[in-house]
């Protein structure tokens, strides 16, 4: 089974921290993103990445930065926390071919206070 | 016009109905499709994928009409278990350098099977 882990399953920071948020993957999956969910609003994209040090900015990625240091780690920073960005916040995975699905982990709540 | 639609529901259906889900896109370029559930205040779980002939899994049915640009999920005799957020999910080649696929959620279709 692909185990896709976040490091938080809660979190509550204050407006202005920098926060950051863990995933790592144990499949060797070259393909890793960020998701946030919001009632109504559905997942949307932050960032991609296809492989090490790759990124890609997703459809909201503003407030946001990634890294990528190692393929099973891919990690999410809010580079000054606001209160627009309490939401939960999903990553996954996937093989590197076009019709693979989705793995994803099991969500980090954020409230930002 | 959103790039996925889902129609939000909910679907209120007895125990032992059978229920289905339809999900539009928009991008005709679009390769793969997806159904995953999502349980409330938990991650979405990879259901099915749907491939161009249809494919069954169980109780489920998955078909996909590219020239309508849709998708379905059938759920047969549903059960109380079955009670979820179903949301489709379609992979596009993104824009950037490199050319990535993209998934494209719908906001989800929500089911409550009733006793």
């Known amino acids: 089974d692909v185990k896709v882990t976040q490091s938080s399953r809660y979190l509550v920071k204050r407006t202005g921290e920098k926060v950051f948020l863990e995933c790592v993957q144990d499949?060797?999956?070259?393909?890793m993103f960020w998701y946030r969910q919001d009632p109504g609003l559905g997942l949307r994209l932050i960032y991609f990445?296809?492989?090490?040090?790759?990124?890609e900015k997703g459809d909201i990625p503003e407030g946001y930065s990634v890294s990528r240091e190692k393929k099973e780690r891919f990690s999410l920073i809010l580079e000054s926390a606001s209160t627009n960005q309490t939401s939960m916040y999903l990553c996954?995975?996937?093989?590197?071919?076009?019709?693979?699905?989705?793995?994803f982990g099991n969500g980090t709540r954020l409230t930002v206070t | 016009r959103k790039e996925v639609e889902q129609d939000p529901g909910p679907f209120n259906v007895p125990e032992g109905a059978t229920v289905a889900f339809n999900c539009t896109y928009s991008?005709?370029?679009?390769?793969?499709f997806f159904w995953y559930r999502q349980d409330c205040r938990k991650e979405p779980k990879l259901l099915m994928s749907?491939?161009?002939s249809g494919n069954e899994d169980g109780r489920f049915t998955a078909q996909l009409n590219r020239a309508s640009q849709y998708i379905s999920l059938l759920i047969r005799d549903s059960k109380l278990s079955d009670s979820a957020t179903y949301l489709c999910?379609?992979?596009?080649?993104?824009?950037?350098?490199?050319?990535?696929?993209?998934?494209?959620f719908g906001t989800g279709t929500r089911l409550k099977v009733l006793a």
């Open positions: 996954a995975s996937r093989v590197g071919s076009y019709n693979s699905p989705l793995h």
């Open positions: 499949m060797d999956h070259e393909n």
């Open positions: 990445s296809y492989d090490v040090k790759m990124k």
């Open positions: 991008n005709s370029a679009s390769q793969s």
């Open positions: 749907v491939y161009s």
């Open positions: 999910a379609v992979n596009t080649r993104g824009g950037g350098t490199s050319g990535t696929y993209k998934y494209i």
